[in-house]
């Protein structure tokens, strides 16, 4: 990457109009369902091949959703006494209205992404050499915040992200047994922290066990509906997500990996289509990422951003091409930003992603944190801003008020032991 032009911006975080989902749908395989009283779920999600438990699900009292694959949308009758469909997949826009005007709801099922967890060796190529990270470097996390940020951009006025994928094992044992406890609570925080829904899928040994009472995958299963409860609240807290990063593209996807990496290093961002370069989606912007020639209008507006933004220093910055190394070119974004200039720094934190949101009525801000290692971790933190009072709380954990320390434009903190996802509620200074 080049840097083309050097501006000034006034200290302002953007505040998109996405607000932070939290709802878990769990998916169900076999011809047989616990009841809603032993599940404490109302909802369930059943394929459309699985005709027997779709009929026991709805004998049960349970509000079921069909899920369906994109290609076999055109030809889905709906099924009598179900409440909608899931679609699994990308689906045209004139195929979803069709689909709406046969059924009740319709939701798609965004299934390009990975389940959540570390990858310990992170190949990366360096001048056509690939090179394996070591121990002793930062940890790769398979995570869906960019993937999330992307799907976004296309959201209907009211709709939320709906993610879903495989189970992928990590190890040769996981293979049969499936999921751990702590790679479900992953995936459910990481959904509710970036503000998707969740289409969780249980694994069949899981599914069996439930069935039979088995107390252990019980008490996972109580475990399981606290995290679901946790983040249930997300839905109905008003806030907004913050970035100060705009990144202009054509095709996000062609663009992953680098918009992969900025979210890996805890760089909030927008994607903002090369058509859409307006006055108000650059509002509050500190860093302009432009990897797409721009027409002369789009131009003009970002020129007219940058005469317009005086108090201080901010950067736009042009790609010569698709970076060889996309890590590189996210920290040399991170450099570009500064200290002072970045919404959340992170200390002793390598496994942990945070997504920042405002409440708009009153300034304050709350932080989503997810630990992808599922290992208690003190993690140190510094918000961008000045605030009054830090409060802290994760599932089945109390609310406590966290010390801190205002300097230098920021407020310094540190999380107790956070061991998969927690939030934090900043209040504003007087």
């Known amino acids: 990457m080049t840097m083309r032009l050097a501006i000034s911006a006034t200290l302002v ?16 395989d076999l011809p047989s369902v616990p009841s809603p009283q032993a599940l404490g779920i109302s909802t369930v999600v059943i394929p459309a091949a699985q005709e027997q438990g779709i009929k026991q699900a709805l004998a049960q009292g349970y509000r079921v959703l069909v899920e369906i694959d994109a290609a076999k949308a055109a030809a889905f009758s709906p099924i009598e006494g179900t409440a909608g469909v899931v679609v699994k997949g990308t689906i045209a826009a004139d195929l979803r209205e069709q689909l709406a005007q046969r059924v009740k709801v319709v939701r798609v099922a965004d299934d390009r992404g990975k389940w959540p967890h570390i990858r310990t060796n ?8 690939l090179q394996v990270t070591n121990r002793s470097s930062q940890p790769w996390l398979e995570n869906n915040a960019a993937l999330i940020a992307i799907a976004a951009e296309r959201l209907r006025e009211g709709e939320r992200t709906l993610l879903t994928y495989p189970w992928q094992p990590v190890t040769v044992a996981d ?13 459910i925080a990481e959904a509710g922290s970036f503000g998707a829904d969740l289409l969780l899928p249980l694994h069949e040994r899981f599914e069996r066990a439930l069935l039979a009472g088995a107390p252990d995958e019980r008490a996972e299963w109580i475990e399981l509906r606290r995290s679901i409860d946790f983040y249930a609240w997300s839905v109905s807290l008003p806030r907004q997500a913050i970035a100060n990063v705009a990144v202009v593209t054509g095709d996000p996807m062609r663009d992953f990996e680098l918009l992969n990496l900025l979210a890996r290093h805890n760089l ?31 131009k003009q507006r970002v020129q007219e951003f940058a005469a317009s933004a005086r108090e201080r220093t901010a950067r736009v910055v042009e790609r010569a091409g698709i970076p060889a190394d996309p890590n590189a070119s996210a920290l040399q974004m991170r450099r570009l930003l500064g200290a002072d200039r970045r919404v959340v720094d992170i200390w002793n934190g390598i496994t942990v992603l945070i997504a920042p949101y405002s409440r708009p009525e009153s300034g304050d801000v709350v932080l989503t944190v997810v630990n992808y290692a599922a290992q208690p ?17 994760a599932p089945g954990e109390q609310i406590v008020r966290l010390p801190f320390e205002v300097k230098n434009g920021g407020t310094e903190f540190v999380l107790p032991a956070i061991r998969v996802g927690a939030r934090v509620f900043l209040k504003r200074s007087p």
């Open 13 to 28: 975080l953007l505040a998109l109009s996405r607000a932070a989902g939290a709802e878990v749908l769990i998916r169900w």
């Open 122 to 129: 992170w190949v990366t190529r360096n001048n056509d050499v």
């Open 175 to 187: 293979l049969d047994r499936g999921p751990r406890l702590d790679n479900y609570l992953i995936a």
């Open 268 to 298: 909030p961002f927008v994607v903002v289509p090369p058509a859409k370069v307006t006055s108000e989606r650059l509002a509050g912007i500190d860093l302009l990422i432009v990897l797409d020639e721009l027409d002369p209008a789009a």
């Open 377 to 393: 971790l003190p993690v140190q933190i510094r918000l961008r801003g000045s605030f009054s009072e830090v409060q802290y709380e």
